[in-house]
Nanobody, 126 residues
């Protein structure tokens, strides 16, 4: 059974960092595109970052570009999102997602993803 489990969320102060992890079980990440999305209360889901299955090409939303880093370790079946220089507006539930698709282009559209994690809360507050 294919499953994604996120971890690493928490409460941090502005300017601090967090690393979110998303562990896959029941499948390998080879040939899968990956994405990180977030949803804040009262707001629509936002694509934060995504990575292609070929070449690990990455894309970031303008709101996080230069602060967040997406990565993957296929051998460990884990994807990561490093969140640096966090701001209060980064507060949200963060979700990882994957889908099988061989492509060099990162895909940051949520509707393209078949499998989702349960989400992990990130709260940035002083």
């Amino acid at each position: 059974q294919l499953q994604l489990v996120e971890s690493g969320g928490g409460l941090v102060q502005p300017g601090e960092s967090l690393t979110l992890s998303c562990a896959a079980s029941g499948f390998t990440l080879n040939g899968y595109i990956i994405g990180w999305f977030r949803q804040a209360p009262g707001k629509e889901r936002e694509g934060v970052s995504c990575m292609s299955s070929i070449g690990s090409n990455a894309k970031y939303s303008d709101s996080v570009k230069g602060r967040f880093i997406i990565s993957r370790d296929n051998a460990k079946k884990t994807v990561y999102l490093q969140l640096n220089h966090l701001k209060p507006e980064d507060t949200a539930v963060y979700y990882c997602a994957v889908t099988a698709f061989w492509t060099e282009a990162p895909v940051c559209v949520g509707s393209e993803y078949d499998y989702w994690g349960q989400g992990t809360q990130v709260t940035v507050s002083s």
